[in-house]
């Protein structure tokens, strides 16, 4: 109110609409869905740079430590949030990720095929699976949650009962030797910036291993594709038409069918966008460890709406954004790596997901009604 | 060629044995203001939709400037430049004002393949129509749930209008709101069509309807009880005429002679 009356007595306002309080900038911050997770995260490091701060947590090799394993889930979580905007939720991310893994590795090391054709092959499922689950959830109005929880299993299974009878086991090494002078693997398998290191490593700036090579050697490429998705993300979202029907179909699925948003292919589209994501992911960790594992990305996909959540998306669509989400992925990252530099015992962890999550949703609710009740 | 711009000729819809709809016909010229009145399950809901191109009708004639007209789906009705605004209005409450008025039709720039959404225009054009009808979008982003039901109803209207509307068809556009607020939405309507647009009002509220209706076509129980000139019908007899007036006048002489009966 005294902001109110302040910006009548100003002369210079009066031409404008007496009801339009000044709205600080801090104000319009606090708006935006992200902001949740943007203190969270500053928070995180407050906290870790006084217990941990002289523990190596912060040196360069730390540091992107904990920054490859959020780039992992953001990767996820991103296109997670993207959906859960749309309106929908998809529970197969993890059992994707354990799939994919075998696509790549089956073929490579048991059907001969070259590893760059065996990567393609897992994005062209990840495209069916995604196209099927959203196909599927589009056609007969369920609730996604059902949908993709019944892909959970079907995949995972199939992961497990597919790759055992193909090749007797449940994991698939062996995939190292392949990587080397393959014209694809490359991007997903690449240390970047290596000059930096090595410059930081001779300026004596950073960690060496004792024979004089700097111990952090680059920026892994999780972290390039983290801020790729990212950037992609948030580009779609604020700046495309396809953003505007991603809020409208999340919105009020309805509504935005009257006026013409094609929502069932919005949609569709959105349940390939996690696939392809939990591709990326499992094609990063099968090359980066040499070897599929049935059972990668379990849980993961949990994690990924938490990151969306704590990120600022609505469980019931329609708000959100792809840099909270980045930062919601960051928190869990740095927490999950950051405990190790403590005295916490790690069991802790998921006490800290769980309680952040909470925080987050009835911070989100909050903001939601704010939002969407009259003035 | 007739001056109307639209022309429904006794239009009857069948839902099985169910008669929804009776020999119904509307004409309606620019400029023009019709109050469709009825009570509740007098057959609004199922004309409207037939109107907009939902149902087909299964017998009689949709004449739209001169040319006969079977719609398609109500895309086809779109396209002829008959809008409708539902009572849900479209809108999302989540989203900002401009985000919803371009909802599934947003100006793009830039080169192809990279083509973004123009928001910047979309914001200065959402602004610019909502200031014309007297609301000042103190924030053009701010959400639409921030609105008052009034200003979300004209905006629903603004925005059919500004996508080419020539005939606009409004269920109820008044019904959940206050008086002050429906008299703002009301005198919207009326500076569209004195902008040459053709209004299909629909309401059971008769003192909405009466102040800016040109014409009134009564239904009840799916047929037209007939089509008045605002100086042909008083707002006591279409009241009267809505809610079944001659049924209570014949209930009041028969309660009267069971009266005479018993002294």
Excluded at chain 2, 57 to 83: C, Q, Y
Aim: hydrophobic share 50%; glycine share 10%.
């Amino acid at each position: 109110m005294s902001t109110k009356s302040k910006s009548i007595e100003n002369k210079k306002e009066i031409n404008q609409d007496e009801r339009l309080q000044r709205v600080s900038k801090l104000r319009l911050l606090l708006n935006r869905p992200e902001l949740g997770a943007l203190g969270g995260a500053i928070l995180v490091f407050i906290f870790f740079g006084i217990v941990a701060g002289d523990t190596g947590m912060f040196s360069a090799y730390g540091m992107l430590n904990f920054l490859d394993v959020s780039a992992n889930l953001g990767i996820i979580a991103i296109a997670a949030a993207m959906l859960m905007i749309g309106g929908e939720f998809d529970l197969s991310i993890g059992s994707m990720i354990g799939f994919a893994g075998i696509c790549i590795a089956i073929p490579a090391i048991y059907w001969g095929w070259p590893l760059w054709m065996s990567i393609i092959f897992a994005f062209s499922m990840a495209v069916l699976v995604g196209y099927f689950n959203g196909i599927l959830v589009v056609k007969t109005g369920l609730p996604s949650f059902i949908v993709t929880l019944a892909m959970l299993f079907i995949l995972r299974g199939a992961t497990l009962a597919l790759t055992r009878l193909i090749t007797g086991r449940t994991q698939v090494p062996g995939l190292r030797v392949l990587i080397e002078n393959d014209p694809l693997a490359w991007i997903f398998a690449t240390d970047t910036f290596k000059w930096v290191f090595t410059w930081l490593g001779s300026m004596n700036l950073i960690d060496l291993r004792t024979d004089g090579t700097p111990l952090a050697t680059g920026i892994p490429p999780s972290v390039i594709w983290f801020i790729f998705f990212a950037i992609v993300a948030t580009w779609i979202l604020m700046k495309t038409r396809y953003g505007n029907w991603i809020f409208a179909s999340g919105g009020d699925k309805n509504g935005a069918n009257n006026v013409g948003v094609p929502v069932g292919k919005v949609k569709i589209g959105l349940f390939i966008g996690t696939a392809v994501a939990s591709t990326v992911f499992a094609t990063i960790q099968v090359l980066d460890a040499g070897s599929a594992d049935t059972m990668r990305g379990t849980l993961k996909e949990l994690e990924a709406i938490a990151a969306a959540v704590v990120g600022g998306c609505l469980l019931t669509g329609g708000y959100g954004s792809a840099i909270g989400a980045a930062f919601g992925a960051l928190i869990f990252g740095t927490v999950s790596m950051g405990i190790f530099y403590t005295d916490i015992d790690t069991d802790w962890f998921k006490v800290f997901l769980g309680a952040m999550m909470l925080i987050a949703v009835i911070f989100n609710n909050y903001i939601r009604r704010k939002v969407t009740e009259s003035k | 060629m007739s001056d109307y711009l639209i022309q429904f000729n006794n239009i009857s819809k069948f839902f099985g044995k169910v008669i929804a709809l009776k020999d119904v016909t509307m004409k309606l010229k620019k400029g023009e203001i019709m109050c469709l009145l009825g009570d509740n399950g007098a057959g609004k809901s199922t004309l409207i939709k037939t109107l907009a191109g939902v149902h087909k009708p299964d017998e009689g004639e949709i004449i739209v400037e001169g040319k006969n007209t079977i719609f398609d789906g109500p895309k086809d009705a779109l396209d002829m430049g008959i809008a409708t605004v539902y009572q849900d209005l479209a809108l999302v409450s989540l989203m900002s004002v401009t985000r919803n008025f371009f909802m599934g039709r947003e100006p793009l720039k830039g080169p192809p393949l990279f083509k973004t959404f123009d928001i910047e225009k979309a914001n200065k054009i959402a602004a610019e129509r909502m200031g014309q009808i007297g609301i000042d979008v103190r924030d053009p982003s701010q959400a639409v749930g921030t609105m008052s039901g009034g200003e979300r109803q004209c905006l629903a209207i603004s925005r059919a209008i500004y996508f080419g509307a020539k005939v606009l068809i409004l269920d109820e556009p008044t019904s959940a709101l206050g008086v002050h607020q429906a008299s703002v939405v009301l005198k919207y309507i009326v500076k569209a069509a004195s902008e040459g647009l053709a209004v299909i009002l629909i309401t059971h509220n008769v003192h909405h309807a009466y102040p800016v209706g040109n014409s009134f076509t009564v239904l009840n129980r799916g047929k037209s009880l007939g089509t008045y000139a605002k100086k042909d019908i008083t707002r006591e007899k279409l009241l009267s005429m809505m809610a079944g007036g001659e049924e209570l006048d014949k209930l009041e002489v028969e309660l009267q002679e069971m009266n005479r009966a018993s002294t």
